[in-house]
């Protein structure tokens, strides 16, 4: 079976509960996959009110997840 997530993980909602569900299912990918590379860490890109794109980075070390925005 593949577990593996397509990263990054487009995150669109409306509405803040289905962003911060969303969210959370993005990330808890994105963690798993990092657990299992070893080597990035989680960055959550806010490209407007309710746009997000959740990825692994080079530039977040192994075991954090950072936030930017970029609007």
């Known amino acids: 079976m593949n577990t593996?997530?397509?990263l990054?993980?487009?995150?669109?909602?409306?509405?803040r509960a289905s962003i911060e569900r969303q969210?959370?299912?993005a990330v808890g990918a994105a963690l798993t996959q990092a657990m299992?590379?070893?080597r990035q860490g989680i960055l959550v890109t806010?490209?407007?009110?309710?746009?997000?794109?959740?990825?692994?980075?080079?530039?977040?070390p192994f075991?954090?997840?950072r936030e930017r925005?970029?609007?």
């Open 69 to 71: 925005q970029e609007w």
């Open 8 to 15: 990054p993980v487009a995150v669109m909602a409306t509405d």
């Open 46 to 60: 806010q490209h407007g009110p309710a746009s997000f794109t959740v990825d692994l980075s080079d530039a977040v």
């Open 23 to 25: 969210l959370d299912e």
């Open 4 to 6: 593996t997530t397509d």
């Open 63 to 65: 075991g954090l997840t």
């Open 36 to 38: 299992r590379e070893g």
